[in-house]
């Protein structure tokens, strides 16, 4: 089964610090173009960050370019979110997605500008929730 499965969310105090995990199963990740989204309640969606796996370019929204960190590890199939400095507004539904997009700039955006827009492999996401 082709999938793509996101962990490590959970509740933080302001200030605080999270990891979170994409990981594929059933398929390579090093053929694609990998981002990290996000979606508050009554927002819309905003592609944070992203990454081209091919030649390791990465993208950052501004919203979190400083505080974000995306990476990859091959061996385990797996892209990391590093998020640190978190505040209330980073409060979301964090999911990440796969697609053979061209550009990795163009993967965090076509997503951000067009709401509708499909990838080809989307995870169900994990909660984060920044509060004291």
């Known amino acids: 089964q082709l999938q793509l499965v996101e962990s490590g969310g959970g509740l933080v105090q302001p200030g605080g610090s999270l990891r979170l995990s994409c990981t594929a199963s059933?398929?390579?990740?090093?053929?694609?173009?990998i981002g990290w989204f996000r979606r508050a309640p009554g927002e819309e969606r905003e592609g944070v960050s992203c990454?081209?796996?091919?030649?390791?370019?990465?993208y950052y929204a501004d919203s979190v370019n400083g505080r974000f960190t995306i990476f990859r590890d091959s061996a385990k199939n797996t892209v990391y979110l590093q998020m640190n400095s978190l505040t209330p507004e980073d409060t979301a539904l964090y999911y990440c997605?796969?697609?053979?997009?061209?550009?990795?700039?163009?993967?965090?955006?076509?997503?951000?500008?067009?709401?509708?827009?499909?990838?080809?492999?989307w995870g169900r996401g994990t909660q984060v929730t920044v509060s004291s």
């Open positions: 059933g398929f390579s990740l090093d053929d694609y173009a």
């Open positions: 997605a796969a697609d053979t997009i061209v550009t990795v700039k163009a993967m965090c955006v076509v997503g951000t500008h067009h709401q509708d827009y499909e990838y080809e492999y």
């Open positions: 990454i081209k796996l091919s030649d390791e370019s990465t």
